[in-house]
């Protein structure tokens, strides 16, 4: 149990909220609303599992929510001028890696950090979807972009199935694959990883890269959910986005991630807004727990972290 | 001299710190008296670090006791030190790199205006003057501390002892990245302390400053207390032999060797702010050394090789072919490894394991099924293959790099360095700050290598290293080779005085 804990340390919350859950309300324990749950966890956890890379890197993306924005309105008006469900929605990921790759050029090449960089991209990216939409809505009707959200392949919505197939790949990537442990080194000591001849810049840009097109698809799940682009949405995700891999128990420094983490993360975030929808909670309260929440998880680690170094400020050294 | 019979200052007794699983230190006792210069030696694990915390207010122990001034002593934060006039200074400075030096010396304790609260710069930057010159250095209190050196930065830390009337100062490692120059001034600092009645309690690897400046010195072994003796009644060779708890012979000597093929040639080389005209050439079996006071160009002429400076003039050649690297990547490809000067800074990756901080360089080797995936029993491979080559102590492949002990940290570095399987090895002070146990283990590991035909270029500013290991050595001044000592024309004086002069010596031809 307590390995459990260790590896996990949000299970026991999740139970906790669960239990509360289905104590309290009559409707929470009902496969429909389990999986309304699921829904809105596996689309929140696939651009959440992009930004665990990003955090393992040392670094973060605050551009997400207006990639969002963009990506939907551009798959939107190019259904409505059109093109094929298939190219729209290659040309909205397109667009999404451009703006990573514009985030990793500018973070790398030209020396911003990575909270200026992306957050000037935020407002900039943000601008160009509405310059683009013209402030209007882009009202689509497409099977294959509703497919992404409300299909059901086997009886499984699609995000729980999408979601499933990113934290596999994540996972394997991270704990599996050279770029993930490069992506650990760079967050561990950059200059060491710099030094060890690894490919820093090139590690840095390809995560930018990542993110942004995670970025681009959660704007493409967004459209298929409401069946529009528009130049307001997205707002605020990129909190989101690092809110689940924070929760999870990524840690900000960089160095370790975890990707089991982050996918609980998306499960206890979703789950706590959808008990609070059905205790009638307004949104403004939502947000506030969400607030709470975020500084319960980190005050724990920070407590833990306290606790650990009144003692050894590092580990020991091992005895010889 | 002082009388040691004297009242103590500072007595510990039984002191005992226990951490999960391991026991750092285990009834310690230990006592300082006014006006001593008190050094406290042993190897990397002994304890020293463990107790300076405790002095320091950043670990409690689990018993014992300290007595400051025959009263009873129980720091719980580092403020309750500074407090009761005990300064430590740590290997690594708490300093603001922005601030100037005053502003750093009297950081909380600013002068200000007792009406409108405004900070008063004039007599902050004059009273840190003040204390400089009691240290008899001068040091410009409105200046950064970014733009300062470390020798300078160090300096700044003890002014800052001072500032609180430290009764007590106490050193970790000061000197571990001065220069021979700075090195003689921060012991006249030390002395100058000891003359205006207080106590330092000196902790150093290098035996020779602790026979120069300290009075007393206490020797520590795995966490206990060995012996505590006047340095009048010891010599180096005893106290090596207290550390280690074996003898040890104190320093590798090599046979020459004669060298195969040119490995690497440096031909004029110029780059970075430093380098100038930089002609050098190693050969397959070789270990060439490089030495010069700190600021010669030493960390410039590695980096160059390594491909992290780029070449503004001249060219290399890499086994006769022409070699430009355009970055570290390029310069691992070629079979080049790579020790940095800074463990900490540039060298473990702190939250991985040590099987990955190994292999984090050869990671296209151990990719199996697919061929993109990592293959864990390569990696393991290679962890095995390491830790018995290298004698790597660790509990297993899983271990964090930051719970080894730094001799231990280095020769995980070692591995990494190695592991590309490379034809030449460029090693940066390869083992600053590592015990004399790890040290011998280290010399014997770079003669093995060169055994197997690696050519080897070696920075370093211990000179008994520099020169008992090396086959040649070039001297660095000003970015600039002024000396190439083979055979009995390697001895310290030779390196020194090209160092430092200037004047050239070249007992062959700069190419060999």
Aim: net charge neutral.
């Amino acid at each position: 149990m307590t390995a459990v804990m260790r590896k996990a340390p949000l299970l026991l919350p999740l139970l906790g909220v669960l239990i509360v859950l289905s104590v309290t309300t009559d409707s929470f324990l009902t496969g429909a609303n389990i999986e309304n749950v699921l829904v809105a966890a596996g689309i929140v956890a696939v651009p959440g599992l992009a930004m665990t890379f990003c955090l393992a890197m040392g670094e973060f993306d605050l551009s997400i929510g207006s990639t969002v924005s963009l990506a939907g309105v551009v798959c939107c008006s190019a259904i409505i001028a059109g093109q094929p469900a298939a190219v729209a929605m290659a040309v909205a990921l397109a667009v999404g890696a451009a703006i990573g790759l514009a985030n990793g050029l500018v973070i790398t090449k030209l020396g911003v950090t990575p909270f200026i960089a992306t957050l000037a991209t935020l407002v900039i990216v943000r601008g160009l979807s509405l310059a683009y939409s013209d402030g209007h809505d882009q009202i689509v009707s497409s099977a294959a972009l509703k497919y992404l959200v409300g299909g059901r392949p086997l009886g499984v919505p699609m995000p729980i199935v999408l979601a499933v197939f990113a934290t596999a790949a994540a996972w394997w990537t991270m704990n599996r694959t050279r770029f993930g442990r490069w992506v650990c080194a760079v967050g561990s000591n950059r200059e060491a990883a710099r030094v060890s001849g690894l490919p820093v810049d090139r590690i840095r840009i390809a995560v930018y890269v990542l993110v942004g097109v995670a970025g681009g698809f959660w704007g493409l799940l967004i459209s298929s959910q409401l069946q529009k682009g528009n130049g307001q949405l997205g707002m605020g995700f990129e909190l989101d986005a690092i809110t689940v891999v924070v929760i999870g128990g990524t840690a900000l420094l960089g160095g370790r991630a975890s990707i089991l983490g982050t996918v609980l993360g998306a499960v206890l975030i979703e789950t706590i807004r959808n008990g609070l929808n059905l205790l009638n909670t307004p949104p403004a309260y939502q947000r506030i727990s969400v607030g709470l929440l975020l500084i319960a998880a980190l005050a724990i680690k920070g407590i833990r972290r306290a606790e650990a170094t009144t003692m050894p400020a590092t580990a020991p050294e091992v005895a010889r | 001299m002082v009388d040691s019979s004297a009242p103590a200052l500072l007595r510990v007794d039984g002191l005992t710190v226990e951490f999960p699983g391991v026991r750092a230190l285990d009834g310690v006792h230990f006592d300082v008296a006014p006006g001593e210069v008190h050094a406290l030696v042993g190897e990397n694990g002994a304890g020293k670090s463990t107790l300076l915390k405790v002095l320091g207010g950043l670990h409690r122990p689990s018993s014992g006791t300290i007595h400051l001034a025959d009263r009873l002593y129980r720091p719980r934060r580092p403020a309750d030190a500074t407090h009761a006039g005990i300064a430590v200074i740590y290997q690594e400075f708490n300093l603001y790199p922005d601030l100037t030096v005053a502003e750093n010396v009297f950081s909380g304790r600013e002068p200000y205006h007792p009406f409108h609260r405004g900070i008063r710069y004039a007599e902050m930057n004059r009273k840190a003057a003040a204390l400089f010159a009691t240290l008899g250095v001068s040091i410009d209190p409105t200046a950064p501390v970014s733009s300062l050196t470390v020798s300078e930065q160090q300096l700044v830390e003890i002014a800052k002892a001072l500032s609180v009337d430290g009764r007590i100062i106490v050193m970790d490692e000061p000197t571990a990245a001065l220069s021979a120059d700075e090195v003689t001034r921060l012991l006249d600092v030390v002395r100058r302390l000891r003359a205006e009645g207080r106590s330092v309690i000196y902790v150093s690897h290098r035996l020779d400053e602790v026979f120069a400046v300290a009075d007393r010195v206490t020797v520590l072994r795995d966490g206990r207390h060995v012996r505590t003796t006047d340095l009048s009644a010891t010599s180096s060779d005893e106290l090596v032999r207290l550390m280690v708890g074996r003898d040890v012979s104190s320093m590798f000597h090599r046979d020459d060797v004669a060298g195969g093929d040119v490995v690497l040639e440096l031909d004029r080389v110029s780059a970075g702010r430093r380098l100038r005209d930089v002609s050098i050439v190693v050969r397959a079996g070789e270990i060439v050394g490089i030495g010069g006071v700190a600021g010669a160009g030493q960390p410039e002429l590695s980096q160059v090789i390594f491909g992290a400076v780029a070449v503004k003039s001249g060219r290399m050649l890499l086994s006769g072919e022409p070699y430009r690297p355009k970055g570290p990547n390029d310069a691992m490809k070629a079979g080049i490894g790579f020790l940095h000067e800074d463990r900490k800074a540039a060298g473990i990756l702190p939250d991985l394991s040590v099987r990955h901080n190994l292999t984090i360089s050869v990671l296209d080797r151990v990719r199996g099924l697919l061929g993109r995936l990592l293959s864990p029993a390569a990696e393991l491979g290679i962890f095995d293959t390491f830790r018995t080559r290298l004698a790597i102590r660790t509990t297993g492949p899983e271990q964090l790099i930051g719970q080894l002990s730094g001799g231990n940290q280095q020769k995980v570095l070692f591995g990494r360095a190695l592991a590309p399987g490379g034809r030449l090895l460029v090693l940066n002070e390869p083992t600053r700050g590592v015990d004399i146990g790890a040290k011998v283990e280290i010399h014997h590991l770079i003669n093995e290598i060169t055994a197997d035909g690696a050519g080897v270029v070696m920075i370093s500013s211990d000179l008994p290293e520099l020169l008992g290991i090396s086959d040649r050595v070039y001297v660095l001044a000003s970015g600039q080779i002024v000396g190439h000592l083979t055979g009995a024309d390697r001895t310290e004086e030779n390196v020194m005085l090209c160092a430092t002069t200037g004047r050239r010596v070249f007992s062959a031809e700069l190419v060999a």
